[in-house]
């Protein structure tokens, strides 16, 4: 019965394990990771793969660091400091905090 419960545990750890990594490739795919820019240059904001971002400020950078979560074209951000904020990606262009973000900095044509 021990040899039973101790095999179905390591299917169990195995099988999350294989999800977790198949999230994991998710999100290393994911179209809107990767580096945002405000039009001026001023605030900039990387969606890093392990569902953490960076954002720097002027010559401040990681002026700001946590979490976030994309489903669909929102993105919910849990601030390392307590604070929570939204956005959406409209037309591959992020729209937070009343600011608008472009990937690497460049304006869709």
């Known amino acids: 019965m021990a040899i039973r419960s101790a095999l179905a545990g390591a299917v169990f750890s195995l099988a999350a394990s ?3 990594i198949s999230e994991d490739q998710k999100m290393q795919n994911h179209p809107y990771l990767g ?3 405000t ?3 001023h605030i900039r904001q990387e969606l890093l793969p ?4 960076d954002e720097a400020r ?3 950078k990681s002026a700001y660091q946590g979490r976030y979560e994309v489903t ?3 993105i919910e951000y849990w601030d390392d400091t307590g ?9 591959r262009v992020l729209h937070h905090g009343g600011m608008i973000f ?8």
Do not use: C, L, Q, V
């Open 50 to 53: 392990n569902g953490r971002y």
């Open 39 to 41: 039009g001026d240059g």
């Open 83 to 91: 604070f929570t904020a939204d956005g959406d990606f409209i037309d």
């Open 35 to 37: 580096m945002w820019i």
């Open 72 to 74: 669909g074209d929102h």
């Open 102 to 109: 472009y990937r690497d900095g460049k304006k869709p044509e």
């Open 18 to 20: 294989s999800s977790a």
């Open 58 to 60: 002027g010559t401040r």
